[in-house]
């Protein structure tokens, strides 16, 4: 974990309510897909933990939802002004899972949409070329769809409203394609549903509430076959096989 300033360079909405924002600074201790960082606001108390959609040697890239006054005052924030930001946190996905020649599936929901941009880079760069499955309700909230293509990933949108892709949920293309390991992010309902058809093995990031982002206020634990975790730092991604659902 560092802490660091960024540097605001870009922000600017993708879709509905959903903001793409790109900050300058030290990324030296993202080192995985599937991490998160912990910014701080002026006038909050609590830290706004937000996961990592793609980064470099040089700056980081966020996607955040407006959906309370902390983001609200993000969406609002212009280039050149800047935030004290915690980084490195979590510990992102296991790439080592899969490997050349595989076909994992890659899937996100909602805010859980951003880490899976990064994670399909990630493999990519190892020869491993993913399917990815982007859940929305509306396709006005569908954001990314150009960049997932343009990677070269085999891209497949649910719309619950039927207005873009297929109409249903992750789950509905799931059962269509086949895949060795999957990989997601999203809300519990849609994990749930993962879990009750999933065929392989595979990593849940969770999102959750977290009071300090880093592991020592034991907000956000939950448990395990392996006793408690706390999602901020020994997840937010758990193996399939250890978590109690």
């Known amino acids: 974990m560092k802490q660091s300033i960024f540097e605001i360079k870009s922000n600017r909405e993708i879709a509905k309510d959903t903001f793409e924002m790109v900050l300058a600074g030290d990324t030296s201790d993202v080192t995985a897909p599937g991490q998160f960082v912990n910014i701080k606001l002026e ?33 609002e924030m212009k280039p050149g002004e800047s ?29 859980g949409v951003p880490p899976m941009y990064g994670l399909a880079k990630t493999l990519m760069a ?29 891209l497949y949108i649910a719309t619950a409203d039927g207005s873009v892709g297929t109409k249903g949920f992750v789950t509905d293309v799931m059962k269509e394609i086949e895949y060795t390991y999957f990989f997601t992010c999203g809300p519990m309902p849609m994990f749930k549903a993962i879990e009750s058809i999933a065929e392989t093995s595979g990593q849940y990031s969770f999102e959750e509430r977290m009071g300090c982002g880093f592991g020592a206020c034991m907000g ?18 758990l193996e399939r096989e250890e978590i109690i659902w």
């Open 43 to 75: 006038g909050f108390f609590l830290r706004r933990p937000i996961s990592v959609c793609d980064w470099n040697e040089e700056s980081l890239t966020i996607i955040y939802k407006v959906v309370g006054q902390g983001t609200e005052v993000m969406a």
């Open 83 to 111: 935030f004290d930001i915690l980084t490195g946190l979590g510990n992102g996905y296991n790439t080592d899972a899969v490997k050349e020649g595989d076909r994992p599936v890659l899937i996100g929901g909602g805010a």
């Open 220 to 237: 956000c634990s939950c448990k395990t076959k392996y006793g408690n975790k706390r999602i901020c730092k020994d997840g937010p991604v």
């Open 126 to 154: 190892k020869g491993v070329k993913p399917q990815v499955i982007l859940g929305f309700n509306t396709a006005e909230e569908v954001f990314y769809k150009d960049e997932f293509e343009k990677l070269g990933a085999d």
